[in-house]
T-cell receptor, first 115, second 116 residues
Framework: KAGVTQTPRYLIKTRGQQVTLSCSPI?????VSWYQQTPGQGLQFLFE???????NKGNFPGRFSGRQFSNSRSEMNVSTLELGDSALYLC??????????????FGQGTRLTVV | AQSVAQPEDQVNVAEGNPLTVKCTYS??????LFWYVQYPNRGLQFLLK??????LVKGSYGFEAEFNKSQTSFHLKKPSALVSDSALYFC??????????????FGTGTRLQVFP
């Protein structure tokens, strides 16, 4: 069974640009969550999508957005990039919504560097 | 809001010795607790979880964790450490905030270094 796939693995962007990251969950999983990992703030929850709808949202500005397609693949978009957006962005898939009984399966992440 | 604390930034242990990575939590209600491991340049891998039931939870790669309600702790343990266990370990708790957002809150991580 293929794991969670995130593309691209590495990305370098300039301040002010926008970026789109992609995540393909494990086959059959309908929930996709996104996390930002930085040395200063650690792992922080961005949002969760389930059945093409955003179900949970963390405390990030509106520059961070996402969507989910009918095949459960998800994209995350960051507009007007700032230096502080440099981070490892992790995607996690799960069979069901929320974090009640099932563990999340994480991808390898996309390392975004903003210069 | 729920929270977890990992009091040690780094834990050093000799190969073959038992290891413990500490985690304490602060929750209202019954906690849903998790341990994840992150190897260099990799995403997080699930190790184990506590939802309810037996206080001793067994997980992947020989790891186990003990849920202690009186001490509000969920320490990760392994009887005999391997060099390959060297990685970054995260404790996490499920949180549902007043707005109804359901998410995992992670600790700051503990780097485990196992020496040959």
């Amino acid at each position: 069974k293929a794991g969670v796939t995130q593309t691209p693995r590495y990305l370098i962007k300039t301040r002010g640009q926008q970026v789109t990251l992609s995540c393909s969950p494990i086959s059959g999983h309908r929930s996709v969550s996104w996390y930002q990992q930085t040395p200063g703030q650690g792992l922080q929850f961005l949002f969760e999508y389930f059945s093409e709808t955003q179900r949970n949202k963390g405390n990030f500005p509106g520059r961070f957005s996402g969507r989910q397609f009918s095949n459960s693949r998800s994209e995350m978009n960051v507009s007007t990039l700032e230096l502080g957006d440099s981070a490892l962005y992790l995607c996690a898939s799960s069979p069901s919504i929320g974090h009640m009984n099932t563990e999340a399966f994480f991808g390898q992440g996309t390392r975004l560097t903003v210069v | 809001a729920q929270s977890v604390a990992q009091p040690e930034d780094q834990v050093n242990v000799a190969e073959g010795n038992p290891l413990t990575v500490k985690c304490t939590y602060s929750v209202s209600g019954n906690p849903y607790l998790f341990w994840y491991v992150q190897y260099p340049n990799r995403g997080l891998q699930f190790l184990l979880k506590y939802i309810t039931g037996d206080n001793l939870v067994k997980g992947s790669y020989g790891f186990e964790a003990e849920f202690n309600k009186s001490q509000t702790s969920f320490h990760l343990k392994k009887p005999s450490a391997l060099v390959s266990d060297s990685a970054l370990y995260f404790c996490a708790v499920r949180d549902i905030d007043p707005q109804g957002t359901d998410k995992l809150i992670f600790g700051t991580g503990t780097r485990l270094q196992v020496f040959p």
